[in-house]
C-alpha cells in the first residue's frame, strides 16, 4: 500500500469552528490532492498541490484552504466549518512519468460539523 | 474539460453472473482512464488503468475494462460474479494539463446477490 496516513480519521465540531485535516505521504510524490465525498456526487476535487507551496483550486474549494509546506504534507483547513462541510474527506497522491499515472488515495476522514 | 458518466448508481447481479459496470467519459485530448473500488469504510483502490497502451485492460480480482474510442467508453467487466465483489466502483479520467488532475464519476454500487 502506498504510505499515505490521513489525521484524524473521524472529527466532530461545532459550526463556526476552524478544522484542519491533515494528509502525509512517505512517497516522495510531487502530486497531492484532497476530495470530498458524498452520496450521489461521487469524489469531487478541493483542491490540489503540484509542489511544495504550489496549489490550485478545484471543483468545490469554497470555504478550504491549503498548504503544502512540505513534501511529505499537505492540509486541508476548514476555516469556519458549516453543516454543508460534513463529508468524508480523502486524500490522494500520485507520480511523475508514464509510469505512476494513477492516483493513491488514504483511508479518508470522517467529518461532522454539528 | 474532462468529466466521466457512470451509467447506473445501483446494479445487482446474481453471484457467478457477468458483472457490466458502465463509464461514459468526455475529453479533448487522450485521457488516461482508471477503475478503483472502494469497500465499506475504506479508502478507494485502484482496480485497472487504461494508459494508451492495449485497449483491453486486464486488473486486479478478475476484473477487465475496454477502451473504446468510437464510443468513448471504459466499461468494467467480470465474467463470473463472487459475494466478495460487493463493494461501490468507480470510474475516473484524468489528462496532463499543466498537472494531473483526476476526474470521478458519482459511483456505482454492485450488490450480489447469494
Known amino acids: 500500500d502506498a504510505g499515505i496516513t490521513q489525521s484524524p480519521r473521524h472529527k466532530v465540531t461545532e459550526t463556526g469552528t476552524p478544522v484542519t485535516l491533515r494528509c502525509h505521504q512517505t512517497e516522495n510524490h510531487r502530486y497531492m490532492y484532497w476530495y470530498r465525498q458524498d452520496p450521489g456526487h461521487g469524489l469531487r476535487l478541493i483542491h490540489y498541490s503540484y509542489g511544495v507551496k504550489d496549489t490550485d483550486k478545484g471543483e468545490v474549494s469554497d470555504g478550504y484552504s491549503v498548504s503544502r509546506s512540505k513534501t511529505e504534507d499537505f492540509l486541508l483547513t476548514l476555516e469556519s466549518a458549516t453543516s454543508s462541510q460534513t463529508s468524508v474527506y480523502f486524500c490522494a497522491i500520485s507520480g511523475q512519468g508514464q509510469e505512476n499515472t494513477e492516483a493513491f488515495f488514504g483511508q479518508g476522514t470522517r467529518l461532522t460539523v454539528v | 474539460a474532462q468529466s466521466v458518466t457512470q451509467l447506473g448508481s445501483h446494479v445487482s447481479v446474481s453471484e457467478g453472473a457477468l458483472v457490466l459496470l458502465r463509464c461514459n467519459y468526455s475529453?479533448?485530448?487522450?485521457?488516461?482512464l482508471f477503475w478503483y473500488v472502494q469497500y465499506p469504510n475504506q479508502g478507494l483502490q485502484l482496480l485497472l488503468k487504461?494508459?494508451?497502451?492495449?485497449?483491453l485492460v486486464k486488473g486486479i480480482n478478475g476484473f477487465e475494462a475496454e477502451f473504446k474510442k468510437s464510443e468513448t467508453s471504459f466499461h468494467l467487466t467480470k465474467p463470473s460474479a463472487h459475494m466478495s465483489d460487493a463493494a461501490e466502483y468507480f470510474c475516473a479520467v484524468s489528462v496532463f494539463s499543466g498537472t494531473y488532475k483526476y476526474i470521478f464519476g458519482t459511483g456505482t454500487r454492485l450488490k450480489v446477490l447469494a
Open positions: 475529453s479533448s485530448v487522450p485521457p488516461y
Open positions: 487504461y494508459t494508451s497502451a492495449a485497449t
